[in-house]
């Protein structure tokens, strides 16, 4: 097991994207029925994320509240915006630092790009491996990534802890519910908190002790011409393909006059979040990953 302290609190977190209702209205679920989520040995807390986005029926009010947590932009003064004020809030509450620092955060969102039971790692810290190891033991839908950034800092939410993840359900449509991945969403809750308690106890659950995490390399953009303007959709053979093999030359865009764009690497790269509404914005069509594995630290005795 790994040498750390107990988990003494978890903070369950809906809706940082205000259009991402399947977990608004889990949290709300739990705040109904508290006991869903008390184990004895930790203090379950949830949180609405983005309230006035989620009241708007939007993904955010002035920007993308999960772009908010890098260090340097909570120290930073003259970031006055509805969501960089909403994140200082919520940093200053739950972070290591705040005032009621949280030892692991579940963050749940959902996809419009055919995700099925994604957990993002917030870091490949050996206990997030661990938990990932278990979760996609349990349920072979699970599927577990991780993004990798330049500078190592990412910007999201749940980098308030080193302990947690993201879990990214899909396809579902921006504003609606999906009962199946309702469902699939609070059983993959109930299973970290229940792996969160074992933990306490010395006793994790056992797993596989290799993990395949699939690893962003890169993001692809949409063909843009100088304007800005997309000049091609994703290809019809790739559509909801997320996480299956792309080979190179295997066509990835469709231009409006039905000319095939391909892609253009050198392996086979499985990419994910194909055709996510919320990315139009940011220049990303497609999140390009490889399948790295993973030797997990053996449990002692
Ligand atoms: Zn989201």
């Known amino acids: 097991m790994i040498n750390m302290s107990k988990i003494k609190r978890v903070v369950i977190v809906g809706g940082t994207h205000g259009n991402e209702i399947t977990g608004i209205y889990l949290v709300k679920k739990f705040e109904r029925s508290p006991h869903l989520i008390q184990r004895s040995s930790f203090e ?60 692991f955060v579940i963050d749940l969102h959902s996809s419009t790009a055919n995700m099925g039971l994604t957990i993002i790692l917030a870091s490949q810290h050996q206990f997030n491996l661990q938990l990932a190891a278990y979760l996609a033991s349990i349920n072979p839908k699970v599927k577990i990534l991780y993004s990798r950034s330049r500078n190592q800092e990412r910007p999201h939410l749940d980098s308030i802890c080193e302990f947690g993840c993201t879990v990214e359900v ?62 091609a959709m994703i290809h019809p053979q790739l559509q909801f393909r997320d996480y299956q093999p792309l080979h190179p030359g295997e066509p990835i865009f469709l231009t409006f006059d039905g000319k095939e764009i391909v892609y253009e690497g050198d392996s086979v790269v499985y990419p994910v979040f194909i055709n996510e509404a919320a990315y139009y914005e940011k220049g990303i069509a497609m999140c390009i990953t490889e399948i790295i594995n993973q030797n997990l630290v053996q449990d002692e005795g």
């Open 170 to 231: 899909g396809a579902i449509a921006q504003g609606i519910l999906d009962a199946g991945l309702f469902q699939e969403t609070e059983e993959i809750v109930h299973a970290i908190l229940d792996y969160l308690a074992a933990y306490n106890q010395g006793n994790p659950p056992p797993r596989k002790d290799k993990l395949s995490v699939y690893q962003s390399i890169q993001t692809i953009d949409y063909p843009r011409n100088e304007s800005g303007e997309i000049e």
């Open 44 to 103: 379950a807390l949830t949180l609405l994320g983005n309230p006035q986005a989620y009241a708007i029926g939007k993904r955010y009010v002035d920007t993308d509240l999960n772009r908010c947590f890098l260090p340097e932009d909570l120290e930073n003064p003259n970031l006055t915006s509805y969501e960089t004020q909403r994140a200082k809030i919520i940093y200053q509450t739950f972070s290591s630092q705040g005032s009621q620092p949280a030892d």
